[in-house]
């Protein structure tokens, strides 16, 4: 355990003190670290977030006191008579299955703890640490068990750690792409419908619709044709793939279609294996890339729901490459080049590469031909190596039973790790599903599979995005790109005029005649963010220009048609 995690540990039981000094009825649960603070659970008390002030002073207070933290192992009677007023702490005792049990004592406090912890309060930074918000929390985590009400607190190095940290996640609030999402009318979710299940409103649908031509084209101009496949199919398929195997909890119910069970399709992959195997297969044809938005269903936890970047329905933009052994490297190469170039265009320049190999001395617990398992890593390993001057992360163990991976991080404005894009070889599929091709010397052989997600998630990606950019979109993806607000009623005409070129030009423009102020509406369009606010007047009509607002900054007057060149050009390079 680090020192942070030991300071961390040891502000759980200074708050445990605090409370029970101010409150002596609350009984205790228990208090552990977390990744940026500690907590710890009570019973028979009801805090609000007012009180919190209150608990931080009385335990900065201890902390002034110079408290030792001091370990004891006692046995188990002895523990139950420390504890004889603490329930949940005589309920944990049950569970420790030595006779021995470990026990801190710190001041006036002792709680049931195997540490470690520090060995002085006065190794706290007094105002490193801040109590953050309370929540309900269920005994040990389950729901047969008592609600009790857990205090969550902060703790850094620093005061100056713990303020950029705080600063950090409001600013994270700010960026919530389920609120930037509702303000700029994109997506809602609805009840009725069901949870996990995104309806997207006009201006979302067109941004999805966007992203979605952009990532298709990019596959078409590298060699891919599309494939289109239903959103069901019968459990055989299914059973045959080992998902219902394997997969099962995290699928829905069956469908009962002519006495017949189909499912909601979690994946793509098996149709696309099917139309492969529809036809003998000859060496000339491949590689053969197969690339589809193909929307799938899976079940999530209505706990782990979080608007875009954990639905239960989402499209994938999914793709099949197979190849022959010696297309391998070729062809991971082109994937990651791709890759590369689309979140360039989007944005997001600096991306982590992670490779996921079988572990090395446990070879035998995956699926796979040993030399089939050599060659996919090596190809892996080489094409990664050639592509990314920065490296790799190699992860010995992290592989798939039936293959090994890449997956792809892009890091978004705020410098946070998302997990996005995975390109990974299946020796599954191809065995189960029995896949093969004539070779030069007409013999069969089983072909490589690869896997390749490279915005993964649609809607996953979206919601990264949306927090990434903070709703402000490139001209090229936005889904308004400009509105045309006339002065006042005289230059309605002229406004409508523009509107229909810019329309003729398939520039994506709103005409704004609602009778708002001029001030109001360039506000209102620059709460939207929308990239252009085009003001027209008797001048503008005069000299046949429009004056130009971008994203807030006034450009001043330009004619109509640089203005649509501009425009064009933007889109057409897509922001590179």
């Not at 067109?206 to 298709?216: G, K, V």
């Not at 936890?301 to 989402?314: C, I, N």
């Not at 001209?475 to 790109?481: G, K, N, V």
């Not at 005649?513 to 939207?528: A, D, P």
Request: aromatic share 10%; proline share 4%; glycine share 6%.
């Amino acid at each position: 355990m680090s020192e942070m995690e030991k300071k961390r540990h040891s502000l759980a039981h200074i708050l445990a003190e605090a409370v029970k000094e101010l409150y002596p009825q609350a009984t205790l649960g228990m208090g552990p670290a977390t990744e940026n603070g500690f907590y710890y659970d009570f019973d028979n008390i009801t805090i609000r977030e007012e009180d919190l002030s209150r608990i931080e002073e009385k335990m900065r207070e201890i902390i002034e006191k110079g408290v030792k933290f001091e370990k004891k192992i006692v046995t188990k009677e002895e523990a139950r008579k420390l504890f004889s007023n603490e329930p949940y702490k005589l309920e944990l005792i049950k569970e420790i299955e030595s006779n021995e049990v470990s026990v801190y004592k710190s001041g006036k406090f002792t709680d049931l703890c195997e540490g470690p912890h520090i060995k002085n309060s006065k190794e706290i930074d007094p105002e490193s640490f801040k109590l953050d918000r309370t929540a309900g929390a269920y005994f040990k985590g389950s729901e047969n068990n008592p609600m009790l009400q857990r205090i969550y607190g902060l703790a850094f190095s620093s005061k100056k750690e713990l303020q950029e940290f705080i600063e950090k996640r409001e600013e994270a609030e700010r960026r919530d792409h389920r609120k930037i999402g509702k303000d700029l009318g994109l997506f809602m979710f609805d009840e009725e419908v069901g949870q996990g299940l995104p309806l997207y409103l006009p201006k979302g649908a067109m941004l999805r619709h966007l992203l979605m031509e952009f990532a298709m084209d990019t596959y078409l101009q590298n060699g891919y044709e599309i494939v289109s496949t239903p959103h069901i199919a019968r459990e055989d398929l299914w059973e045959r793939s080992g998902h219902l195997k394997f997969y099962k909890d995290d699928m829905y119910g069956p469908l009962s279609v002519d006495e017949k069970n189909y499912r909601l399709k979690p994946m793509n992959c098996p149709f696309h294996v099917k139309m492969y195997n529809s036809a003998t297969r000859s060496y000339r044809e491949l590689p053969i890339r197969w690339a589809e938005m193909g929307t799938v269903y899976r079940y999530e936890k209505s706990g782990e729901l979080h608007g875009l970047t954990r639905p239960r329905a989402f499209t994938q933009d999914d793709a099949h490459i197979i190849c022959q052994k010696d297309q391998l490297k070729e062809e991971i190469l082109g994937a990651l080049r791709i890759t590369d170039y689309i979140y360039n265009a989007l944005g997001m320049k600096d991306l982590i590469f992670k490779l996921s190999v079988r572990d090395p001395d446990n070879p035998d617990n995956y699926f796979g031909k040993d030399d089939d398992w050599k060659e996919a890593e090596n190809s892996l390993k080489e094409a990664l190596s050639s592509f990314s001057s920065s490296g790799y992360e190699l992860d010995e163990g992290g592989a798939a039973f039936y293959a090994p991976k890449i997956d792809i991080d892009a890091i978004d404005a705020m410098g946070r790790k998302w997990q996005l894009s995975t390109i990974q070889i299946d020796f599954n599929l191809p065995y189960r599903f029995e896949m093969s091709y004539i070779d030069k010397e007409g013999k069969e052989k089983t072909p490589f599979m690869i896997h390749r997600a490279l915005l993964g998630s649609i809607e996953r990606f979206l919601g990264v995005y949306i927090e990434h950019t903070k709703g402000k979109f490139p001209a090229w993806l936005s889904p308004e790109q400009a509105w045309i607000i006339p002065v006042s009623e005289k230059s309605n005409d002229y406004a409508a005029e523009i509107h229909e070129k810019l329309r003729k030009n398939r520039i994506r423009t709103v005409l704004k005649k609602e009778g708002e102020t001029l001030s109001k509406t360039i506000r209102n369009g620059e709460m939207q963010k929308i990239p252009f606010l085009l003001v027209v007047g008797e001048k503008e009509k005069e000299e046949g220009s429009v004056s130009v607002r971008y994203h807030g900054n006034d450009e001043g007057m330009v004619s109509l048609e640089n203005f649509i060149e501009r425009l064009k050009k933007e889109t057409m390079i897509k922001g590179l």
